[in-house]
């Protein structure tokens, strides 16, 4: 399969502090092939920092996951209670997503409600072999956040395929260090990754928020969230 053209956006202008909610503010939506958001400088430097640091272990590094990384349960990583207790600028991130004013960011940008909705914070690391079949993510995950933290020539080529139900990848988002790309699920947001030489380790940031029927809990930032507001 091949991809298509590659997605680009604006810089942004600074790491520094927790810009998300104003950079997604003033960024437009993209609408093709469905509606997604293209970030640059989506964390701070000091998640960053961490986010790179962090050494899970060979076992968290995924070859072929046959197209599922549901494979490879055992060995997943999350930035749960144990991992803030252990970083506290890991522990700052997960505040800063789960804050009202960021819940308020993609509320408004996004047309989504996220009172009720628990923070899923997952790092993924890759190397060559990997692939990821089509999927939409619809169910239980009510946003995804997909945030490029790999470093190298090649990694800009690695971001996420945007895709047809049969896997052709109509547009890739870019893998530029710190860049994301931001959409809700939906029976149209088919997206994977097509195999294609990982020279190293591609490192990821899964940012999700998830219903009260994600039975995963111990997945979860600070474990399942009941309403606030409304």
Same mark, same amino acid.
């Given at each position: 399969?091949? +991809? *298509? !053209?590659?997605? $680009?956006?604006?810089?942004? =202008?600074?790491d520094a502090g927790f810009a998300l909610p104003a950079l997604l503010a003033r960024t437009p939506a993209a609408r093709a092939p469905?509606?997604?958001?293209?970030?640059?400088? #989506?964390l701070p430097a000091s998640a960053c920092a961490a986010l790179e640091e962090?050494?899970? *272990?060979?076992?968290?590094?995924?070859?072929d996951v046959e197209g599922r990384r549901e494979t490879r349960n055992a060995h997943? #990583?999350? #930035?749960?209670?144990?991992?803030? !207790?252990?970083?506290?600028?890991?522990?700052?991130? &997960?505040?800063a997503f789960d804050s009202e004013a960021m819940r308020r960011s993609f509320e408004q940008s996004c047309g989504i409600a996220l009172d009720t909705a628990a923070l899923r914070l997952e790092l993924c690391l890759d190397t060559?072999?990997?692939?990821? &079949?089509?999927?939409?993510? @619809?169910?239980? %995950? %009510?946003?995804?956040?997909?945030?490029?933290? $790999?470093?190298?020539?090649?990694?800009a080529d690695w971001?996420?395929?945007l895709m047809t139900p049969q896997g052709e990848s109509v547009a890739r988002a870019p893998g530029?260090?710190? =860049?994301?790309?931001?959409? @809700?699920p939906a029976d149209d947001t088919w997206h994977?990754?097509?195999?294609?030489? @990982?020279? *190293?380790?591609?490192?990821?940031?899964?940012?999700?928020? #998830?219903?009260?029927?994600?039975?995963?809990? +111990?997945?979860?930032?600070? *474990?399942?969230? !009941?309403?606030?507001?409304?």
């Open positions: 399969m091949s +991809h *298509g !053209a590659s997605l $680009s956006h604006s810089a942004g =202008s600074s469905y509606a997604h958001w293209l970030l640059n400088d #989506v962090w050494d899970p *272990g060979a076992q968290a590094i995924a070859g997943r #990583v999350f #930035v749960n209670a144990e991992t803030r !207790a252990r970083d506290p600028r890991l522990d700052s991130l &997960a505040h060559d072999g990997f692939w990821l &079949a089509p999927h939409t993510d @619809i169910g239980a %995950k %009510k946003l995804t956040l997909l945030v490029s933290l $790999s470093r190298g020539a090649d990694a971001g996420t395929d530029t260090f710190n =860049s994301a790309v931001l959409f @809700i994977g990754f097509v195999r294609r030489p @990982i020279n *190293g380790v591609r490192r990821t940031l899964i940012v999700n928020f #998830v219903d009260d029927t994600w039975r995963a809990v +111990h997945e979860l930032a600070f *474990g399942p969230r !009941a309403g606030t507001r409304h």
